[in-house]
């Protein structure tokens, strides 16, 4: 044991550099967790909000009259709340068609990437339309509440076309040659993963392999996750050649 003590004493002072490293590792998985995290629970609520609002729709009378798609027309403010918060509810479903999709992702991987400019003003303007939302779109809400939430709404509405054309614009530009082949590998993967007439080994593997060419390019969300795994199953219990009645 007295050679490692003498080591110790000897270099004591590379405690500090070693654990600043160690410290910085930890700190950098830690903001990533909280990340992850925060992006979970708005695509929770973003599914929670559309839900509400499907079910709210479907109780309601269908009005025998067009209704004007622009919310800026003058009408009574209980109208002028419903229309913005219908408007809000169409981004966020918009949005979520490529949270939730991860072929969508994969085309277009910028929409999930916070880092991206437009993305990350995008986000921004998705929590602060949220954060103004009325807890109903038959809330009582004042003139100044109303007219923070159509601006809100209206800047959520823009940022997220921004984001999507942008997202469209550059696809996978943004990965070395390497990554842009994993993304293509696992684009054809994903294929075979959801296509019933492969046998239940190749779809099992072609999953496996879709979420191993993925890893470390595009961060799937737990919900992305989540209804890959329902298609890749609902493929693997259908039955390609049902009995004849």
């Known amino acids: 044991m ?51 609002a499907q079910a709210a729709a479907r109780a309601k009378p269908v009005a025998t009259a067009s209704v004007p798609t622009a919310i800026t027309r003058p009408s009574p403010e209980p109208d002028q709340l419903e229309q913005l918060v219908t408007a809000h509810d169409e981004v966020a479903r918009r949005w979520l068609d490529y949270e939730l999709d991860v072929a969508k992702l994969i085309a277009f991987p910028a929409m999930s990437d916070g880092r991206q400019p437009m993305t990350a003003a995008f986000l921004r303007a998705k929590r602060n339309a949220d954060h103004l939302r009325p807890a109903s779109a038959k809330a009582r809400v004042t003139k100044q509440q109303l007219d923070e939430y159509r601006s809100a709404v209206t800047e959520f509405e823009v940022a997220f076309d921004l984001a999507e054309r942008e997202a469209r614009r ?16 696992a684009k054809q993967l994903l294929t075979v993963a959801i296509d019933q007439a492969a046998t239940p080994a190749e779809r099992q593997l072609a999953y496996k392999r879709v979420r191993e060419e993925l890893d470390g390019l595009i961060s799937l969300s737990d ?11 609902l493929e693997l219990t259908a039955d390609p050649h049902p009995a004849n009645e």
């Open 2 to 52: 007295e050679p490692l003590f003498d080591f110790l004493g000897n270099y004591w002072w590379l405690a500090f550099p070693l654990a600043g490293i160690f410290g910085g590792v930890g700190s950098a998985w830690e903001r990533a967790t909280k990340r992850r995290h925060k992006r979970r629970l708005e695509i929770l609520r973003a599914k929670s909000e559309l839900k509400a």
């Open 170 to 185: 550059v696809r996978d530009s943004s990965f070395t040659e390497v990554e842009r082949k994993r993304l293509s590998t």
């Open 223 to 233: 919900e992305a996750v989540e209804e890959l795994e329902k298609k890749v199953a």
